[in-house]
């Protein structure tokens, strides 16, 4: 146990307390392991006000605005940091299929969708997939996807939609860390 852990008492101790407690921890090591909670499918104002309200630090996973989420930009706008929830084909939800990326899309299409999503979301400090089991899953639409992201050094996280992923593997080969 570090100094720190030794001092936390045994018994019940408010939020307050439990925070106050991580800021110490947070400022006495840097070699302990970090936490970092990823909340996805925002899109509504009432959502982003909610997790301002949480008394940890939590990174909003936001959709590009379409027609069910109009104010999205103006979300992102209203955090220090956020995410994009960029949206993946998937092998059972068809809804998306148009607005999503597809596993049949030619690089410059992806391009385009990645180019729209970074001028909309400048201050994104990644991405992560909505959905995208298919498009997750297949080998060489990941390479693909990584090499627009190079381009415009955009960092990803895979929300893990299925178990086949490829990102791992596509990732590597083209120098990306997990």
């Known amino acids: 146990l570090t100094k ?26 840097h070699n302990l392991p970090k936490l970092a909670i990823i909340m996805d499918d925002i899109g509504f104002l009432e959502e982003a006000e909610k997790i301002k309200k949480i008394p940890f630090a939590i990174t909003p996973s936001i959709f590009p605005p379409n027609e069910h ?14 995410m ?18 597809n596993v049949s899309d ?27 089991s298919k498009y997750t899953c297949d080998f060489d ?14 960092d990803f996280i895979d929300s893990r939609t299925a178990s086949g992923t490829k990102c791992q593997e596509a990732g590597k080969l083209l120098n990306r860390k997990f």
């Open 69 to 82: 989420y109009s104010n999205t930009i103006a979300i992102a706008k209203s955090f220090k940091y956020h």
């Open 141 to 154: 639409a990941m390479e693909q996807f990584f090499t627009v992201l190079n381009r415009y050094d955009i």
């Open 4 to 29: 720190v852990e030794k001092n936390i008492p045994k018994k019940r101790v408010t939020i307050d307390k439990k925070l106050e407690v991580v800021k110490k921890i947070n400022n006495t090591s």
């Open 84 to 101: 994009v929830h960029f949206p993946m084909e998937a092998y059972k939800y068809k809804n998306i299929r148009e607005k999503a990326i």
């Open 106 to 132: 030619k690089i410059e299409v992806v391009e385009e969708k990645v180019q729209k999503m970074q001028r909309d979301f400048p201050n994104a400090v990644a991405i992560n997939n909505h959905t995208g």
